[in-house]
Every structure is written in C-alpha cells, then in structure tokens.
Nanobody, 116 residues
C-alpha cells in the first residue's frame, strides 16, 4: 500500500491549468505539513509550495507565486495543487510530501508537461 499517491498530471499547453491531488492512504493527513516539490530533467528537486496543519499562510516559491494554489481537505485526507497559467518551465515530475515529527513520507510523483 502506497501511503501517498499523486494524480492529475499530464500534458497541457502553455497558459493552461492542472490540478494535482495527493491522497493519503493508511494514515490521516490532518497533523501533517504538506509540501509539493518538483524535479525537472537534469535539475535538483525544488520546493514549490507547502502548507502546515494549522498555518493559514502557505508558502510559495517565487517562480509559482500568483499562479499556483495549495490547499488541503483533511476530511478526505487529500491535498491539492492548483496550477494556472502554466509555463514550459513548469515541466517536471511533481512530488507530494507529508511531514509530522519523525514521519517524512513521499509520493511516487506525477509528470507535468507544458508544451504546445
């Protein structure tokens, strides 16, 4: 059983939108901080956005600020990343991460490709 599963990736044209989902399985998400990371070919993994369990102010990397929105539905044990105005440089594998105390859980990643 995979504890975190991302979905929603795909191929989209520049300017388009995608919504990524990160579903927890086997544990409840409400105490965990959720982060979205991405890794483009030949580049290091970078943090995109994160939201803490009780923090009302999410973090966004400068490169996605104003275009991406992170959210979470603790009742569904699912987090989301709404991505608008996508650019070719957003092309990467996107990973979900859940952290709480000594737990550091990663999903398997979902590919996002922005291309015309």
């Amino acid at each position: 059983q995979v504890p975190l599963v991302e979905s929603g990736g795909g191929l989209v044209q520049p300017g388009g939108s995608l919504r990524l989902s990160c579903a927890a399985s086997g544990f409840t998400l409400d105490s965990y901080a959720i982060g979205w990371f991405r890794q483009a070919p030949g580049k290091e993994r970078e943090g995109v956005s994160c939201i803490h369990s009780r923090d009302a102010s999410p973090y966004y990397a400068d490169s996605v600020k104003g275009r991406f929105t992170i959210s979470r539905d603790n009742g569904k044990d699912t987090a989301y990343l709404q991505m608008n105005s996508l650019k070719p440089e957003d092309t990467a594998v996107y990973y979900c991460n859940a952290r709480y105390r000594n737990d550091d859980i990663w999903g398997q990643g979902t590919q996002v490709t922005v291309s015309s």
